[in-house]
Structure formats: structure tokens, C-alpha cells
């Protein structure tokens, strides 16, 4: 009998741990600090902003709202299929219910059962007809969910219970079953109680034993699934003629261990790395590694002062997973930056005192000045708009070329690192991820993108050749805090570079 009381108390004491973690999320998920999706741009004939927010827990929900900008929606169905099944495999659509006094606004939810990449399609119907809008996200467990504590007590009180109720049930039935009423049970009938009442609790033993080992095995395969940064190392070093080479490696093991679709680039480049000087932010740059071999990338490193560098490489694997790869890296024996600010090609950097990043509007030299319109409070999770206005020397707003095929660039980070997001006007979605799921749908399956010819199509030589100088990026900001935000845009042939700081509450 003594198995019984022993099993009740692990199982207590279990039930008592998982309580201590409510809710424990990770710190980081595919980009860094936040998980949601905006998209901003067409439906067929209507001007969408779409956003979704996925679990963090999977199996879990999708809040997805969708506001119609330009154009009389009726109605308004969300899809979501995995990436390797496409729409024809998905379940069918949802209607998505309109927001009673929002005009115009539209709220779904979506189940999404499995991690991974998925693409949320926005149907819109309405007077100009129909059209669709495709959404890439990513749907990964980056929280875990605990037992209160009151239930854990309960459900631990309601199993001693029925445990009880077992063993008096067999030992009774044992014990009385086979006497006629009112006959008091002889010793070999309590004996055969005893023996029955200690088999039943044995077998309940076993039961619990099992269960609980069950549960446990459940818990770590949904810990092991669970959505962590892949380890990463970087370092500068200076290479031949003087310039410094940075270094790249991805040295996780799941990397190389065949479970990743290839890579595919995005914006034509298949890394965009980010490099900001640590805790002071006043050293940043835009960088596009290109690969060594299928783990190692290299860059030369620009001209930034000395210092410890917190690392941000972007990546888009040909499921449609964009995920960030977080490192650190030690510059030192820098030499004195002779220029403030600097491109070559599509990479860029900054170093602090170019323009004064606490004020509204940045000079970023060359008589470029670029403002942050909006002035209203932000507030954590909120959906805004970041807008801002690129000018000339003339003082009137500026004519933008494209930088690698898009109107302008804005990268977020929270000042400990904790966020950091890479913004364009369209959204935070990867142009890459759209397109490739796209193409799938229309049936091109090639399954090994890194043997094909690589994508340069990927809007970087069709599309605008000009934008004005307005931009807005659609964001939420994941929590309070204080936050910088940098501004990228192309004009004279020449990439500018502002940045601004903000606080969140
Ligand atoms: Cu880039």
C-alpha cells in the first residue's frame, strides 16, 4: 500500500512545479522579440492592411484583423495553409466577422495545429469585385503553458478521490460480495478484501505512474519543438590590404543537420546582416555576407569605431521561414572612422553624431533630411503606422530610388537587444516568402532552390524606379520600452541612413 500515497505525492509535487511557470516565454522568436505579421497592399482591386498575430503556444489561435483601406468590401474570408501543402490541402475558408463601429475593419481566427510556415490568404469581396491577398507567417511555440495552481490542487484532490473510491470499491466487492445480507464477513472473506484493495491500488499505481511518465514525454517533445535562436557565432578580423573581414558561422547542429529547406534570398541577397554597437546603439551597419559554405558568411566590415557589436543576420529558408540569427561580436584595434556615415553598394553605416537621434527630424548629411511625422504617443502592442518624410536640399520631399527594390527600410530595436524587427512599407512579411509561396501555388514545386540559378528576379530589377518621398511602416510595438529606430532610403544614387529614438509605453 505504500506505492499508493508515494505516487499521489509526486504527482502533487508535479502539479505544484508546473504551476511556478504560468506562462514561460522565450525571450526570443523567428524575429527577434516579436512573432507578428503586417501586410500592407493589395487585394486585387482593394488597399489592405493586414495583420496577423500568431500563438505562442501550438496547437493555438491566429488573431488575424484585416482593414480595408480603398474599396467597399461585403465580405471577407482568411485561409490558412502550411506551406508544404499549399491551398488546396487547407480547410476551407472562414469568414472573418466585421468590427461592430469600425468601418471597413474585419477580425478572424484561425486554428494553426502544426509549427511552421504558413500563408494566411485574405480573400476581400465587394463592389469592385474580388481579389486576394497572401500573407507568410510563421506559426511557432515560443511560450509554454503552466497549471494553476488552484487546478493542479484540484485535480490532485479528485484523483485521491477516485483512487480512494477504487480501492474501498474492489476491497468491499472482495470482501461482502459473495455473503448473503446482514452476515458479517469471517476472516478468510476480509483477507480476500485486503488482497483485492491492495491489487486495485497497485494497478492505480501503475496507471499513475504511467500517466504521469506519458505526460512527461509529451512535455519534452513540446519543449523540443519549441521555437529557439539557433546558435551563432561572429567575429572581425582583419583580412588582406588592410580591410576588415566579419565573419559569420551558424554553429547549431540542426543547421547542417538536413531538416532546413535551402535558403533563398530576399531582395536579392541571401543575408542581411545588422551590426549595432552594444548598449550605446551609436554604431550601425547594413550588411550582405555572402556564403563561404553552407554555414559560414563574410562581409568586409566597415569603418565602425571599436566595441562589442550585438549581430542580427536575417534569413529566409525556401519554406518560407524567415527567421533572424543573433551573435556578438568584439571589434577591436578599430581605426579612427575617418567618414560618419558611408555605402558601398547596398550596404550602409552610421556612427552616432551624424544627425541628433533624439529630435524629430535627422539630418543624415548631403543636405538629406528625413522626418518622423507622426507625434502622437506610442503604446505596446498597438498597431501604428511609423510615417515619415524624406527631403532634399531644396527642402522639398525627395525623389527615392529603390533600395533593393523597395521605397525605404526601417529596422527597430528595443536598446537591450531584446527587439529587433527589419520594416518595410509593405510590412514586416518577407517579399521572398510571399513569392516563393506564390509560385508554389501556381505549381512550380522545385523543392531545392539552392541548385537553381539564384532569384535575382525577386523585384529587384522589375517594378517602380521611383518613389516619393513619404513611408510608412505598419508595426506593433511588442512591449514598453526604450527603442531606436532607423530609417534607410536611397536618393542620388547614395543610401542615407537616419535614426531616431523613441520610448514606448
Ligand atoms: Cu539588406
Excluded at 543573433?326 to 577591436?332: H, Y
Amino acid at each position: 500500500m505504500s506505492a499508493l500515497p508515494l505516487v499521489l505525492r509526486t504527482f502533487a509535487r508535479r502539479a505544484v512545479v508546473a504551476v511556478g511557470v504560468a506562462l514561460a516565454a522565450l525571450a526570443s522568436s523567428a524575429h527577434v522579440g516579436t512573432n507578428d505579421a503586417f501586410f500592407d497592399g493589395p487585394a486585387g482591386p482593394y488597399a489592405v492592411r493586414v495583420s496577423v498575430r500568431p500563438p505562442g503556444v501550438i496547437p493555438g489561435q491566429a488573431q488575424i484583423t484585416v482593414r480595408v483601406l480603398q474599396g467597399d468590401a461585403r465580405r471577407v474570408q482568411v485561409q490558412a495553409a502550411q506551406w508544404n501543402v499549399g491551398t488546396k490541402g487547407a480547410p476551407a475558408p472562414d469568414d472573418a466577422a466585421p468590427v461592430a463601429g469600425e468601418r471597413g475593419l474585419w477580425a478572424a481566427q484561425l486554428w494553426l495545429m502544426t509549427s511552421g510556415s504558413y500563408m494566411v490568404n485574405v480573400a476581400v469581396d465587394g463592389a469592385q469585385g474580388t481579389g486576394t491577398a497572401t500573407v507568410p507567417i510563421l506559426a511557432v511555440a515560443t511560450a509554454r503553458l503552466g497549471m494553476q495552481r488552484a487546478m493542479g490542487w484540484m485535480l490532485v484532490v479528485l484523483g485521491g478521490v477516485l483512487v480512494a473510491g477504487l480501492v474501498t470499491l474492489f476491497g468491499a466487492a472482495a470482501r461482502e460480495g459473495g455473503l448473503p445480507p446482514g452476515e458479517a464477513p469471517d476472516r478468510r472473506h476480509r483477507l480476500a478484501g485486503r488482497i483485492a484493495a491492495s491489487g486495485a491500488a497497485a494497478v492505480a499505481a501503475l496507471f499513475l505512474l504511467g500517466g504521469s511518465r506519458w505526460w512527461d514525454a509529451v512535455d519534452r517533445e513540446y519543449a523540443q519543438g519549441m521555437y529557439r535562436p539557433l546558435a551563432s557565432r561572429a567575429d572581425v578580423r582583419w583580412g588582406e590590404g588592410g580591410q576588415r573581414i566579419l565573419r559569420f558561422v551558424v554553429t547549431d547542429t540542426t543547421w547542417m543537420g538536413g531538416r532546413m529547406t535551402p535558403l533563398i534570398p530576399d531582395h536579392g541577397k541571401l543575408m542581411h546582416l545588422f551590426a549595432v554597437r552594444d548598449s550605446s546603439l551609436d554604431a550601425f551597419a547594413h550588411l550582405h555576407p555572402t556564403r563561404l559554405d553552407s554555414a559560414t558568411f563574410e562581409t568586409a566590415f566597415p569603418p565602425l569605431p571599436t566595441g562589442r557589436y550585438r549581430i542580427f543576420a536575417d534569413v529566409v529558408h525556401e519554406s518560407g521561414f524567415a527567421r533572424t540569427l543573433v551573435a556578438t561580436a568584439d571589434v577591436a584595434n578599430g581605426p579612427k572612422p575617418a567618414t560618419l556615415t558611408g555605402a558601398t553598394g547596398d550596404d550602409a553605416w552610421l556612427i552616432g553624431p551624424v544627425g541628433d537621434a533624439s529630435a524629430r527630424r535627422y539630418a543624415t548629411g548631403g543636405g538629406i533630411t528625413v522626418a518622423w511625422d507622426s507625434t502622437a504617443p506610442i503604446t505596446a502592442g498597438a498597431e501604428t503606422t511609423l510615417r515619415f518624410t524624406v527631403r532634399d536640399t531644396t527642402g522639398q520631399v525627395a525623389q527615392l530610388e529603390p533600395y533593393m527594390g523597395m521605397a525605404g527600410h526601417a529596422m527597430v530595436m528595443r536598446d537591450d537587444g531584446s527587439v529587433f524587427v527589419h520594416l518595410h512599407p509593405m510590412g514586416s512579411i518577407s517579399v521572398a516568402a510571399q513569392e516563393r509561396m506564390l509560385r508554389r501555388e501556381r505549381g512550380d514545386t522545385a523543392q531545392h532552390g539552392e541548385r537553381q540559378p539564384v532569384d535575382t528576379s525577386t523585384h529587384a530589377s522589375h517594378g517602380p524606379t521611383a518613389f516619393a518621398g513619404t513611408l510608412g511602416f505598419p508595426f506593433a510595438f511588442p512591449k514598453p520600452g526604450r527603442y531606436r529606430v532607423w530609417v534607410q532610403v536611397r536618393h542620388g544614387g547614395a543610401v542615407r541612413t537616419a535614426a531616431f529614438d523613441t520610448t514606448v509605453r
